[in-house]
Structure formats: C-alpha cells, structure tokens
C-alpha cells in the first residue's frame, strides 16, 4: 500500500509505523486511568523511547489507531480517555475538505490536539457526524463538548502524521486511500526545523504547566467551562 515496502531495520527505514494496540499510558500525559483504560506501560515506555530516538533522528513517523492517539500525546496532548459509537465493526464517515469518505473505526478513546496553538497542527479529517455523547478523561468526569471529533491530525511541532482509522484495512484502490498519499507526501516534504527554531522548543504536556504561555482555548468551548477544566485536571 502506497508503495511503501517493511524493513527489518529501523536504522535504514524512511518511515517509523507505530501501529493500533491497547489505551496509551495516561502517565504520559499526566492524568490516572479511568475505569474503562487498558494498557501496557512496559510498551509504552518502550515506544516512547523510541519516538525519542527517531526524533533525534530526524525520521519521518506515522501513528495508526493506537498510534495515532500516541503521536497526539508526545506531540504533547491529551487524550479523551473514553468515547462511544466509535468502536465499531462497521465502516463509518469521516469529512475531508468538505468530502465524505467511508472509513473502519475501532476506538473507544480520541485525540485531543484542541490545547495547542492553532497553527501547532492541521486538522486533516474530523468525523462527518459527532457519534459519541459522552467524552470522558481519566478521573471519568466528562471533557467539555468537542467542536469536531477528530480523525486525523498533523502535528507541526515534531511533523507527525496521526491517523485514528485503520486505512490498512481498506481497498488500497479506495478514494480516501488517495488522499492519505497526498497525506504522505505532505509528511515527506514538511522540514520541522523552522517549526522549532520559531517556538524555541516544543514543550511536552506536563511542561505546559509551567510555562509563561497560558492554555489556549482552541476548541470553541465556553470560557468559564475552559478555564474550570484547566483548574481542576492539568493545574
């Protein structure tokens, strides 16, 4: 699929897959686990000194389902740690520039990029439809209402590629498959150098507590509920 051929050695490889697998730890982006959260710290210790290695090396990265949701987190964002209507065995769909496409979904938990700088990340696909009615983070309170449920995400601060659906489970003849090759090509050509060299650094998760820089209410959520959810989870 999209010409892409598995190696057996990362060090040589053009593209670094983290691929779908259990919840991501939440101690990566500083919350507990709620209730309906399943992982395996031992592997995400290892991915995330992983991801730490490619950097450096300045490898080009994809993350797919699970993935995904763990580029969301070192790209530092948390994640909603339980939704409904996602975790499907059936296809379901996803707007891309005003374009509907069939997609697999198989997920109870979701990215939340919406706490980073607008021009930190494109939004490159949101669900057509908000599906879940319940948005739950890792004390099982409840996120304040997401403007758009997103789908796939690049990330500017590191130049990641998140994809939440599973594109791999699809006819790679399929038009969204098109799209994810445009995806591609953006991923290959993006140099995040001048990225970097603009903000200085880019802070985890956990460093946005002690930054100057104050949270940034991206995702069209009333001030008074923002600002009440900073206090109380991340402050």
């Given at each position: 699929?999209f010409g892409?051929?598995?190696?057996?050695?990362?060090?040589?490889?053009?593209?670094?897959?983290?691929?779908?697998?259990l919840?991501?730890?939440?101690?990566?982006?500083?919350?507990?686990a709620g209730?309906?959260?399943?992982?395996?710290?031992?592997?995400?210790?290892?991915?995330?000194?992983?991801?730490?290695?490619?950097?450096?090396?300045?490898?080009?990265?994809?993350g797919?389902?699970?993935?995904?949701q763990?580029?969301?987190?070192?790209?530092?964002?948390?994640?909603?740690?339980?939704?409904?209507?996602?975790?499907?065995?059936?296809?379901?769909?996803?707007?891309?520039?005003d374009?509907?496409?069939?997609?697999?979904?198989?997920?109870?938990?979701?990215?939340?990029?919406?706490?980073?700088?607008?021009?930190?990340?494109?939004m490159?696909?949101t669900?057509?439809?908000?599906?879940?009615?319940?948005?739950?983070?890792?004390?099982?309170?409840?996120?304040?209402?997401?403007e758009?449920?997103?789908?796939?995400?690049f990330?500017?601060?590191?130049?990641?590629?998140?994809?939440?659906?599973?594109?791999?489970?699809?006819?790679?003849?399929?038009?969204?498959?098109?799209?994810?090759?445009?995806?591609f090509?953006?991923?290959?050509?993006?140099?995040?150098?001048?990225?970097?060299?603009?903000?200085?650094?880019?802070?985890?998760?956990?460093?946005?507590?002690?930054?100057?820089?104050?949270?940034?209410?991206?995702?069209?959520?009333?001030?008074?509920?923002?600002?009440?959810?900073?206090?109380?989870?991340?402050?």
């Amino acid at each position: 699929m999209f010409g892409i051929i598995t190696i057996d050695s990362s060090d040589s490889a053009d593209l670094i897959v983290f691929p779908g697998g259990l919840d991501v730890d939440p101690n990566l982006y500083g919350e507990p686990a709620g209730q309906r959260t399943s992982f395996n710290p031992e592997t995400d210790a290892n991915w995330n000194a992983l991801y730490k290695k490619y950097l450096r090396q300045d490898k080009k990265m994809l993350g797919i389902c699970k993935g995904a949701q763990f580029i969301n987190v070192v790209s530092g964002c948390p994640l909603v740690q339980h939704v409904n209507n996602h975790a499907l065995l059936e296809t379901h769909q996803i707007t891309i520039k005003d374009t509907v496409y069939d997609v697999t979904s198989t997920h109870h938990q979701m990215m939340y990029p919406f706490l980073l700088d607008a021009d930190s990340y494109d939004m490159l696909a949101t669900s057509t439809e908000k599906r879940s009615d319940t948005y739950l983070n890792g004390y099982d309170d409840e996120f304040p209402p997401l403007e758009a449920e997103p789908e796939a995400i690049f990330f500017r601060g590191n130049g990641t590629l998140a994809i939440q659906f599973h594109p791999e489970f699809m006819d790679y003849k399929a038009s969204v498959n098109i799209v994810i090759g445009e995806w591609f090509e953006m991923l290959f050509s993006y140099e995040p150098k001048e990225f970097f060299d603009r903000y200085n650094k880019k802070k985890s998760f956990k460093e946005f507590k002690e930054s100057s820089t104050p949270f940034s209410n991206l995702g069209g959520i009333p001030d008074e509920v923002f600002n009440a959810f900073i206090e109380k989870h991340l402050l």
